[in-house]
């Protein structure tokens, strides 16, 4: 396959992804190419591959190998080719708008998803050897394989955090709006430098758009009402299945309410009154455990 329209299957900022192969005997792969073209491009490239060098886990999309040279004209030419993920994007399976072959997800289904990304997540925060902060967090960077399991991916914007010396001396980790529009912690809007809270924030917002099926760029959310505050109040009133995904009704309220309590609590406005993600997987896993304990009993 070559990079023809045909075979691109997604777009970003400083990227295009295409669907290939690396040899007629291999399997399929996803091949991200860089737009070098774009201010910030090369950047991309050089912060994924040094994120994604040292760090392993199930729920991070898997690098097979990274290209850096020139093409067949002479121009300049970078990738990352991934391990392909058959079901897309999480984006694809919450806003299909009924276009597309992909069934709604169940609550169950939803709340693994939440998990798989808060345990991704929690390794880079705690457990990579490093401090890494993704910065952009987003349904679009969902990647779920052949069992929806969930994979995090595009690790363009992310950043490594060293020694608060090390950090003083690099004006750039400060430089510039980090991760995207209505996803990106209100602070970083001020300047304030990348950090686990931050990540923090657009895991809350994610998870409010996939129990409610709205983006937080949505047309209802405006003149200082967010997707956050929306969830908040309607949990403040007790009126959680009035804001949920119609197909998630049929639920225990009190599992919806959990959920949308703990997105609510990752997405305040305060970096300090954020939780952690290793409570969030705690707490997550606790509705998780009542979902199959409801399901056991019907």
């Given at each position: 396959m070559g990079f023809s329209p045909r075979n691109l299957i997604g777009e970003g900022s400083f990227s295009s992804v295409y669907r290939g192969r690396l040899n007629e005997d291999g399997g399929v792969v996803a091949i991200k190419v860089l737009n070098l073209s774009r201010r910030g491009g090369s950047k991309s490239f050089i912060s994924e591959c040094e994120t994604l060098r040292n760090t392993r886990h199930r729920n991070l999309a898997k690098v097979v190998t990274c290209c850096s040279g020139f093409d067949f004209q002479g121009n300049e030419f970078k990738a990352i080719v991934y391990e392909f993920m058959s079901n897309g994007t999480l984006d694809r399976w919450l806003h299909n708008n009924d276009q597309d072959d992909v069934p709604r997800l169940d609550l169950l289904q939803r709340v693994c998803i939440a998990l798989d990304v808060a345990y991704a997540l929690d390794y880079l925060h705690h457990h990579a050897g490093q401090i890494i902060i993704h910065c952009d967090i987003k349904p679009s960077n969902i990647l779920l394989d052949e069992d929806l399991v969930a994979h995090v991916g595009d690790f363009g914007l992310s950043k490594i955090l060293h020694s608060e010396y090390q950090n003083r001396l690099n004006s750039s980790s400060s430089t510039g709006v980090r991760g995207t529009v209505g996803y990106a912690a209100p602070e970083y809007g001020v300047g304030s430098k990348a950090s686990r809270s931050g990540d923090v924030y657009s895991y809350g917002i994610l998870l409010l758009e996939m129990i409610t099926t709205k983006k937080p760029t949505a047309s209802m959310f405006r003149d200082g009402l967010g997707i956050h505050d929306y969830a908040n109040t309607a949990?403040?009133?007790?009126?959680?299945?009035?804001?949920?995904?119609?197909?998630?009704?049929?639920?225990?309220?009190?599992?919806?309410?959990?959920?949308?309590?703990?997105?609510?609590?990752?997405?305040t406005g305060s970096p300090q009154h954020r939780i952690d993600m290793a409570t969030v997987i705690q707490q997550l896993q606790l509705v998780k455990d009542a979902i199959l304990g409801i399901s056991a009993l019907n």
């Open positions: 949990m403040g009133d007790g009126a959680v299945f009035g804001i949920v995904d119609p197909v998630l009704t049929k639920n225990d309220d009190k599992c919806l309410h959990s959920l949308v309590e703990i997105g609510v609590s990752c997405s």
